[in-house]
Every structure is written in structure tokens, then in C-alpha cells.
T-cell receptor
Framework: GEDVEQSLFLSVREGDSSVINCTYT??????LYWYKQEPGAGLQLLTY?????DMKQDQRLTVLLNKKDKHLSLRIADTQTGDSAIYFC?????????????FGTGTRLKVLA | SQTIHQWPATLVQPVGSPLSLECTVE??????LYWYRQAAGRGLQLLFY??????ISSEVPQNLSASRPQDRQFILSSKKLLLSDSGFYLC???????????FGQGTRLTVV
């Protein structure tokens, strides 16, 4: 079945790097995604990675994908207080007849000034 | 450009009352549509998804139902709300299977 897991909380100091980890079970997803949710708001796509890539860098964001271990991570360099939010990883299994878009439990990132 | 509308933004309803949350998408046709619930302190749970008019897939047994009466309209309903139905409900759409999802701003439902 499909299952996406994340640690629930992460606390870092402003200026440090944050690393948010995610594990998933279905390896058929074409893309894997990272979303950000600020308090009381919907989800905004942060970045995504194609499943045949190992790494993708986008300004302060670095996504690492280990397909063998089904592990995805998001690194935020020089974390700022504005980065405090809940971060969700998501996969979209492409197994036949499935149109699901599965999210992890979300990691609440708290950035300390 | 495509936009997604979800309303109302907040709702307080008594236990046992009915529910109807509406989501509409503009600027696209035949989107895949989704309803998610985010309970307090918990992750994002997929409730329903739809790949076409009248086609609804339910992910978890619950007190809720969904309908898609038109191509770009997705409705979440309940005949009698329970306290456990409280949460943040998000509607989303995707243009295709291997593509990102776009989210509405959510409805915060409090059942009292």
C-alpha cells in the first residue's frame, strides 16, 4: 500500500541548515514533491524532483532522493524565521488505475531567532 | 490561468447538522479533484478523489460523502456531523496524473 512518513517536529536556529526527511513505500511515482503550509493556509508547492534524479537544487533548497531506500529529504540552507511552517512530502503512485496524491504526516519546522 | 475556489473559509456547526463544502476550479477542464482533511496535530488525510463527473473514490470509511455534479465542481457533504469531523478541509486539483496538485485555501470546520 501507499504510505509516506515524516518526523513530526524539527527545531533549528536561524542561519543553520534544516534537513527534513521523508520515507515512502510506492516507488512508481514519476515525481516526488515538497509542500509548505503556513498557519491557517493551504499548501504551496516548494519544489519537486523527477524520480530518475538523485538531487535537485533550487536556491536555498536542496532535494535528495535515494530510490533504493525510498528516502527523500529537503535541505533548507540559511534557515530564516519565515521558513517556520509545516512541510509535507508527497508522492503520486502511477500504478494502474490510481490517481491518488499521497501526503506525509508533515514536519513542523520551528526556527529560533 | 487556473484558479481554485473553496468556501466557506470557516464554519462552526452543531453536532448532528448537515454539511456542504464547495470547491470549484476555473480555467481547466477534466481535472482530477481531491478532498483532504487535516485534523489538529495530524497530517493530511486523503478523503475522496475524482477523475471525472460522477466518479468518486473514497479512501476511508467515514461520516462524509463527496459528489461531482459538474466537471469543475467538487462537493463534500455530511448528513449529520460528528465532533470528530472537526478539522481543516482542503480541496485540490491536478491537470493529470503525473503532475503537481494545486490547493484551495481550506475550510476550517469546528463541530460543537
Amino acid at each position: 500500500g501507499e504510505d509516506v512518513e515524516q518526523s513530526l517536529f524539527l527545531s533549528v536556529r536561524e542561519g543553520d541548515s534544516s534537513v527534513i526527511n521523508c520515507t515512502y513505500t510506492d516507488s512508481s511515482s514519476t515525481y516526488l514533491y515538497w509542500y509548505k503550509q503556513e498557519p491557517g493556509a493551504g499548501l504551496q508547492l516548494l519544489t519537486y524532483i523527477f524520480s530518475n534524479m538523485d538531487m535537485k537544487q533550487d536556491q536555498r533548497l536542496t532535494v535528495l532522493l535515494n530510490k533504493k531506500d525510498k528516502h527523500l529529504s529537503l535541505r533548507i540552507a540559511d534557515t530564516q524565521t519565515g521558513d517556520s511552517a509545516i512541510y509535507f512530502c508527497a508522492e503520486s503512485p502511477t500504478t494502474s488505475g490510481t490517481y491518488k496524491y499521497i501526503f506525509g504526516t508533515g514536519t513542523r519546522l520551528k526556527v529560533l531567532a | 490561468s487556473q484558479t481554485i475556489h473553496q468556501w466557506p473559509a470557516t464554519l462552526v456547526q452543531p453536532v448532528g447538522s448537515p454539511l456542504s463544502l464547495e470547491c470549484t476550479v476555473e480555467g481547466t477542464s477534466n481535472p482530477n479533484l481531491y478532498w483532504y482533511r487535516q485534523a489538529a496535530g495530524r497530517g493530511l488525510q486523503l478523503l475522496f478523489y475524482s477523475v471525472g463527473i460522477g466518479q468518486i473514490s473514497s479512501e476511508v470509511p467515514q461520516n462524509l460523502s463527496a459528489s461531482r455534479p459538474q466537471d469543475r465542481q467538487f462537493i463534500l457533504s455530511s448528513k449529520k456531523l460528528l465532533l470528530s469531523d472537526s478539522g481543516f478541509y482542503l480541496c485540490a486539483w491536478r491537470p493529470g496524473q503525473a503532475y503537481r496538485a494545486f490547493f484551495g485555501q481550506g475550510t476550517r470546520l469546528t463541530v460543537v
